[in-house]
């Protein structure tokens, strides 16, 4: 028997299904309600209040002046030119021990640190640890979280001495306070540090450390979610985690494969090693209208110059032709 209660239910539900529904039309915007298509992405420009990114829990960077962060920024463009050097070179060598020498020299170049599988006879890859990584103490999560593991300082907190990426994530922190960060650079580049940051971020990544709850624990996360609303060629793309962590990745497999005396075979994924260097350091012409411009997928460490420049960050652009 069904009470009288669920009875009353089910006769007011229509009613307030229609009251929510006239509500809905009087409050909707009459531009949304003649385009029913419109995408969350392009409703967000019509909003009067923008969403602020997710919290950044690092600080790497952040206090460098425009004249540091464009030496950094140097150094980096230098290190990418060498790796790219040894690899070209590796495509001629005449013994898989040239192909590998070269594939250490750009493991080297990427996070300061020898891989110790060339001299030291490692079968893995050294690499340096998370808090290094992504410069945190620990101490920005959760008071249960830093009661079990502490907040010990990273090992190492100067970029120069954290190859390639230490130097891009360092002169991030300085590109987020001069742009409107990394999570609004990608829908819209306003401004030259607004172009120079979404190029870096092809370069090293769109990742960054933030923090996510675990039951009621606040831990540590690397996330993407930020750029939720990429498109799909975004997410198919290697930009999001970063062309210079793919060409690392194919220094590992080079370093890891036992080649024999197949010395045709590593000068292959040396070429391979030379094509993502190069796309570190040229970009690419992801639309392809004839322009590399520093937008996501796009922009590489020559146009993160040229924007950086134009952004008021000190750094010397004679000789950004391709390389």
Same mark, same amino acid.
């Given at each position: 028997?069904?009470?009288?209660?669920?009875?009353?239910?089910?006769?007011?539900?229509?009613?307030?299904?229609?009251? *929510?529904?006239?509500?809905?039309?009087?409050?909707?915007?009459?531009?949304?309600?003649?385009?029913?298509?419109?995408?969350?992405?392009?409703?967000?420009?019509?909003?009067?209040?923008?969403?602020?990114?997710?919290?950044?829990?690092?600080?790497?960077?952040?206090?460098?002046?425009?004249?540091?962060?464009?030496?950094?920024?140097?150094?980096?463009?230098?290190? +990418?030119?060498?790796?790219?050097?040894a690899s070209r070179a590796a495509e001629q060598a005449t013994s898989v021990q040239e192909v590998k020498a070269a594939a250490e020299r750009v493991f080297q170049a990427v996070w300061g640190i020898p891989s110790g599988m060339v001299d030291g006879g490692a079968t893995e890859v050294r690499e340096h640890g998370w808090k290094t990584r992504w410069q945190v103490t620990g101490a920005e999560f959760d008071p249960k979280w830093i009661e079990r593991l502490g907040t010990a300082p990273p090992e190492i907190t100067d970029p120069r001495q954290l190859g390639i990426m230490g130097r891009g994530r360092a002169v991030r922190g300085r590109l987020e306070q001069m742009s409107a960060g990394?999570?609004?650079?990608?829908?819209?580049?306003?401004?030259?540090?607004?172009?120079?940051?979404? *190029?870096?971020?092809?370069?090293?990544?769109?990742?960054?450390?933030?923090?996510?709850?675990?039951? +009621?624990?606040?831990?540590?996360?690397?996330?993407? +979610?930020?750029?939720?609303?990429?498109?799909?060629?975004?997410?198919?793309?290697?930009?999001?985690?970063?062309?210079?962590?793919?060409?690392?990745?194919?220094?590992?497999?080079?370093?890891?494969?036992?080649?024999?005396?197949?010395?045709?075979?590593?000068?292959?994924?040396?070429?391979?090693?030379?094509?993502?260097?190069?796309?570190?350091?040229?970009?690419?012409? *992801?639309?392809?209208?004839?322009?590399?411009?520093?937008?996501?997928?796009?922009?590489?460490?020559?146009?993160?110059?040229?924007?950086?420049?134009?952004?008021?960050?000190?750094?010397?652009?004679?000789?950004?032709?391709?390389?």
């Amino acid at each position: 028997m069904v009470s009288p209660t669920k009875n009353l239910v089910r006769s007011v539900r229509p009613a307030l299904a229609l009251l *929510a529904g006239v509500l809905a039309l009087l409050t909707t915007d009459p531009a949304q309600a003649q385009n029913p298509e419109t995408s969350p992405r392009d409703r967000r420009s019509q909003d009067a209040v923008v969403e602020p990114g997710p919290q950044r829990v690092s600080k790497f960077g952040t206090r460098l002046s425009n004249t540091e962060a464009g030496a950094l920024l140097q150094e980096m463009r230098e290190l +990418t030119e060498q790796a790219l050097a040894a690899s070209r070179a590796a495509e001629q060598a005449t013994s898989v021990q040239e192909v590998k020498a070269a594939a250490e020299r750009v493991f080297q170049a990427v996070w300061g640190i020898p891989s110790g599988m060339v001299d030291g006879g490692a079968t893995e890859v050294r690499e340096h640890g998370w808090k290094t990584r992504w410069q945190v103490t620990g101490a920005e999560f959760d008071p249960k979280w830093i009661e079990r593991l502490g907040t010990a300082p990273p090992e190492i907190t100067d970029p120069r001495q954290l190859g390639i990426m230490g130097r891009g994530r360092a002169v991030r922190g300085r590109l987020e306070q001069m742009s409107a960060g990394s999570s609004h650079v990608f829908a819209s580049q306003t401004r030259p540090a607004d172009g120079a940051l979404a *190029a870096l971020n092809n370069v090293i990544g769109w990742t960054y450390i933030t923090t996510g709850l675990k039951v +009621t624990e606040v831990q540590p996360r690397i996330s993407l +979610t930020h750029v939720w609303d990429a498109p799909a060629e975004f997410w198919n793309s290697s930009a999001d985690t970063g062309w210079l962590p793919e060409a690392h990745a194919q220094a590992i497999n080079i370093l890891k494969t036992n080649y024999e005396s197949d010395v045709a075979e590593a000068r292959r994924h040396a070429a391979g090693m030379r094509e993502l260097l190069e796309k570190v350091l040229n970009g690419v012409d *992801a639309d392809q209208n004839g322009t590399i411009e520093a937008k996501p997928m796009e922009g590489g460490l020559n146009v993160v110059f040229s924007a950086a420049a134009q952004a008021g960050m000190q750094v010397r652009q004679a000789g950004l032709e391709p390389r």
